[in-house]
């Protein structure tokens, strides 16, 4: 006799609904998820991958099934995973940040073009930088701390619970200044042999008026900031990896100190 498949339970699909939302909401934000080179179905099965395993423990979290209480809550998700996705990218945005200093006083800024997979006008180093610490975060395991950081808000932020939004802009005020210091420690040692190339260039010109110093600065500060760019690069996978780390806690101290709102 053929055994008929048991029914699975109601709460147990609402808890995997819920889940998969607020995952889905974040991979959309996060880098390197939010690459269009990872598709929108690709992030769909990804969400449900992850929220899975989460799903039996968050049965008693999940509210009636009723309309309006299920849209809210839909709603309630899609708001904490796009908070959390969206501190992810400030925190990675601080290495693009170096990168596009280095080409606004390396003389780059003037060759930007749109970049169709990150949907942002970058210029050379910018790209470059963008695309290594993507590549970074897949090769050191980075993303892995990312999703790890994420699943443990679940533990700290239930689905029933909302967030605490003067918490919330406290952080993001925080991370916009933390995001100009880091891009400034990257990219410090560049800048600061160009600001000198530039006095240089500048005392030449009182020295020599003669001399067009004006055309010789572009292919100059290009020509230093090719040779000496390596030195700025070499740091990106210690910064990527202690990045992907403290993100990781970051996330779960944002979803803690927000959970009371």
């Known amino acids: 006799m053929s055994g008929t ?5 109601l709460d147990l699909l609402l808890a995997l609904l819920l889940a998969s939302v607020r995952v889905v909401s974040f991979l959309v934000l996060a880098p390197p998820f939010a690459n269009r080179a990872v598709n929108a179905r690709v992030k769909a099965m990804l969400a449900f991958a992850v929220a899975l395993p989460m799903a039996e423990g968050l049965r008693g979290q999940v509210p009636a099934a009723e309309p309006a209480a299920l849209l809210g809550a839909v709603a309630q998700q899609v708001l904490v995973g796009g908070v959390l996705g969206a501190l992810c990218a400030l925190v990675f945005a601080a290495v693009q940040s170096a990168g596009d200093l280095i080409d606004l006083f390396g003389g780059f800024q003037l060759a930007s073009a749109y970049d169709p997979l990150m949907q942002a006008q970058t210029a050379i180093f910018g790209k470059l930088y963008t695309a290594t610490t993507s590549a970074l975060l897949v090769f050191t395991g980075g993303h892995l701390l990312v999703l790890q950081g994420m699943l443990r808000t679940f533990d700290v932020l239930p689905l029933d619970a909302g967030m605490d939004w003067s918490t919330v802009a406290s952080v993001f005020t925080a991370g916009i200044g933390t995001l100009m ?26 020295v020599a008026p003669a001399l067009n110093v004006f055309a010789m600065s572009f292919p100059l500060k290009i020509l230093i900031t090719l040779t000496l760019g390596g030195f700025a690069y070499a740091v990106l996978p210690g910064v990527v990896t202690d990045l992907a780390g403290e993100l990781r806690e ?12």
């Not at 498949?5 to 339970?9: E, F, G, K, M, V």
């Not at 779960?252 to 100190?257: H, I, K, T």
Request: charge should be positive.
């Open 5 to 9: 498949p048991s029914a699975i339970p």
């Open 181 to 206: 210091l880091s891009a400034l420690q990257i990219a410090a040692p560049l800048i600061a042999v160009l600001f000198v190339a530039d006095v240089g260039l500048g005392l030449l010109s009182r």
């Open 250 to 261: 970051t996330l779960v101290r944002l979803a803690a100190a927000g959970g009371g709102g």
